[in-house]
């Protein structure tokens, strides 16, 4: 069973920085789609950024509303991403969740439907 694992979370104040990691455990398959989403207490879950495994080096989505302040990695060897997250401010708490898919197509236009496998969170709090 595919489990993507997250970790990095936290609580910091506004302006500091996170980096958040994401593995899949309990599969050798490597996802061709993986992203990050955040949720934050009533509102939808929304999607923040993707990258697919045969362009690692290529992000496929990033959520620019947020700015230019959240890069995501990826590294196909050992089968994680990553969510450099830069300038936090308190809009930003929420649970971030690491998504993957087989296919590569969520990438492209990533809703939370579309992506099979989902982590279980990681809580990041940002305070003023």
């Known amino acids: 069973q595919v489990q993507p694992v997250e970790s990095g979370g936290g609580s910091v104040q506004a302006g500091g920085s996170l980096r958040l990691s994401c593995a899949i455990s309990?599969?050798?398959?490597?996802?061709?789609?993986m992203g990050w989403f955040r949720q934050a207490p009533g509102q939808e879950r929304e999607a923040v950024a993707t990258?697919?495994?045969?362009?690692?080096?290529?992000?496929?989505f990033v959520d620019f509303r947020k700015g230019r302040r959240f890069t995501i990695s990826r590294d196909n060897v050992k089968n994680e991403v990553y969510l450099q997250m830069v300038d936090l401010n308190p809009e930003d708490t929420a649970m971030y969740y690491c998504?993957?898919?087989?296919?590569?197509?969520?990438?492209?236009?990533?809703?939370?439907?579309?992506?099979?496998?989902w982590g279980q969170g990681t809580q990041v709090t940002v305070s003023s």
């Open positions: 998504a993957a898919d087989p296919s590569p197509d969520p990438c492209i236009n990533p809703t939370r439907l579309r992506f099979t496998y």
């Open positions: 309990g599969s050798t398959m490597r996802p061709m789609c």
């Open positions: 990258n697919r495994a045969a362009t690692s080096s290529t992000t496929d």
